[in-house]
Nanobody, 126 residues
Framework: VQLQASGGGWVQPGGSLRLSCTAS????TGWFRQAPGKEREGVAC????????YLADSVKGRFGISRDSERGIVYLQMNSLKPEDTAVYYC????????????????????????WGQGTLVTVSS
């Protein structure tokens, strides 16, 4: 089963983008990002069944994560984007049902998530 991230692009500082991830078979889905020369970091995590979620401190108040269970899509809504948000964004997931906690996506690296999609590039610049 594959995950597929889409929706990246170029946006000016202060702008918004919404990323999508097809994740119909996954109980837990997370968004991660990796900027050039930096390590991967976790951004947001959601339990696709109940909708419980967790956001990294670096994006709280600006990003949101949600899901459309019928369509099997997980969204990352990114508002008030900053140049430091520039990165390749990935979605990852696990089909394993579990009690949701802040550690469900194993931030920052997501090493326990077994499936990863190809990333989508987000560039924030003027």
């Amino acid at each position: 089963v594959q995950l597929q991230a889409s929706g990246g692009g170029w946006v000016q500082p202060g702008g918004s983008l919404r990323l999508s991830c097809t994740a119909s078979e996954f109980a837990i889905t997370g968004w991660f990002r990796q900027a050039p020369g930096k390590e991967r970091e976790g951004v947001a995590c959601i339990q696709t069944g109940e909708g419980s979620y967790y956001l990294a401190d670096s994006v709280k108040g600006r990003f949101g994560i949600s899901r459309d269970s019928e369509r099997g899509i997980v969204y990352l809504q990114m508002n008030s984007l900053k140049p430091e948000d520039t990165a390749v964004y990935y979605c990852a997931g696990t089909p394993t049902q579990q009690r949701f906690t802040a550690r469900s996506c194993d931030f920052p690296q997501g090493r326990t998530l077994g499936s990863w999609g190809q990333g989508t590039l987000v560039t924030v610049s003027s």
